[in-house]
C-alpha cells in the first residue's frame, strides 16, 4: 500500500481522547452513544489514512446513497453515517463503530443485483444498530483497530512480510464477529432492505453465491469468510426469516436496477487497486 512506507506507519496512535476510550472498552467498561461515534470517528480517520479508498464521487455517492436509505430507517437513524468504497478486489464490507460504513470494491463487483449489495451493506448497518461494532473494539488491543480492519479488508497482511510491516500478529490479524452477532445482523439486514423498499432476498442470494465460490475459486472468497462465518444453515436460516416476515412478500420491492449496473461497470472500469491491496508481490497463502 502506498501509504504504508516502512516502520513510521507501523504504530500511529490515537489522540488522548480516543486512546482513554479504547482502554476503558479493553477494560470492560460501559460505552456511551458520544463516545461511541467518537471511538468511530478516530478510528475511521486513521484507517482511510491507511486503507486505498476510491474517491470517484458518482460511485461514492451512489453507495452513500443506497447505505442512507436504509440506514435512516433504523433505530439510529440520528447517527451521522458515512459509507466509503475501498479499492480491493477482496469481497467483504465491514463498520466501525458510529456509522462508519467500509464496502469493497470485490463486492460490488461480484454481485449479480442490486438487492445482493444492498443486503451485504444492509447486514452491515445491522451490526452498528445492535452495536456490535462496540464489542468488536473490547476485543482489540490499543491502537490496532486500524490495522485489524487493514488485514480484513486488504490483502496486505496474506504474507508473513506484511504482517511484520504493519505489526499485526497472525492471531489477530482478522476482525471477526460470532456466529451469533452475524445471526443477529442477518435478521437485521432483512429488515433495512424491506424498509428500503428493497428485496431481502438478496443478502442469502449474495451468502449462496459465496459458498458456491467458494467450491471452485476459493481465494476469491476467503476473506470474507474468515470474517463473515458462513456455511448453508445460515443461508437456510436467512431465507425462513424472509418466509415468515410479511412485509417481505409486498408489491414493488425492488432487485434490481439499470442504475446499479452502470455504477458496477464504472467500478470495474476504474484503474486496478494497487497490489498491496490485490495481494500482487510477496503474496503467501
Not at 152 to 159: A, E, I, W
Not at 195 to 208: H, M, N, V, W, Y
Not at 252 to 272: C, N, S, W, Y
Amino acid at each position: 500500500m502506498s501509504r504504508l512506507k516502512g516502520s513510521r506507519h507501523r504504530l500511529q496512535f490515537r489522540s488522548v481522547a480516543s486512546s482513554l476510550l479504547v482502554a476503558a472498552l479493553a477494560c470492560g467498561g460501559d460505552t456511551s452513544e458520544k463516545q461511541e461515534r467518537e471511538l468511530g470517528a478516530a478510528d475511521a480517520a486513521q484507517v482511510d489514512s491507511e486503507l486505498p479508498l476510491i474517491h470517484d464521487s458518482v460511485v461514492v455517492n451512489y453507495i452513500s446513497a443506497l447505505g442512507k436509505s436504509m440506514a435512516t430507517h433504523t433505530s439510529r437513524a440520528d447517527l451521522d453515517w458515512h459509507f466509503a468504497v475501498v479499492n480491493s478486489p477482496e469481497v467483504n464490507a465491514f463498520a466501525l463503530p458510529g456509522g462508519f460504513i467500509y464496502v469493497n470494491r470485490g463486492a460490488i463487483e461480484q454481485a449479480d443485483r442490486l438487492d445482493e449489495l444492498a443486503g451485504v451493506m444492509g447486514h452491515e448497518i445491522g451490526h452498528v444498530v445492535l452495536r456490535h461494532s462496540v464489542e468488536q473494539m473490547q476485543k482489540a488491543k490499543k491502537d490496532e483497530v486500524r490495522l485489524v480492519l487493514l488485514c480484513t479488508l486488504t490483502h496486505v497482511c496474506r504474507s508473513i512480510g506484511g504482517r511484520i510491516l504493519v505489526g499485526v500478529s497472525a492471531e489477530g490479524m482478522r476482525a471477526k464477529y460470532s456466529q451469533h452477532d452475524e445471526a443477529q445482523a442477518d435478521s437485521e439486514g432483512v429488515v433495512n432492505t424491506i424498509r428500503a423498499g428493497i428485496d431481502p432476498e438478496g443478502l442469502p442470494s449474495f451468502f449462496q453465491k459465496l459458498l458456491d465460490e467458494q467450491a471452485t475459486q476459493p481465494t476469491m472468497v476467503e476473506v470474507f469468510f474468515s470474517t463473515h462465518p458462513t456455511d448453508q444453515s445460515r443461508v437456510n436460516a436467512t431465507r425462513r426469516q424472509i418466509s415468515a416476515t410479511t412485509d417481505a412478500r409486498a408489491p414493488g420491492l425492488v432487485r434490481d436496477t439499470p442504475e446499479f449496473h452502470t455504477i458496477q461497470d464504472r467500478v470495474k472500469a476504474l484503474p486496478a487497486p494497487p497490489a498491496s491491496a490485490s495481494g500482487s508481490g510477496g503474496r503467501s497463502n
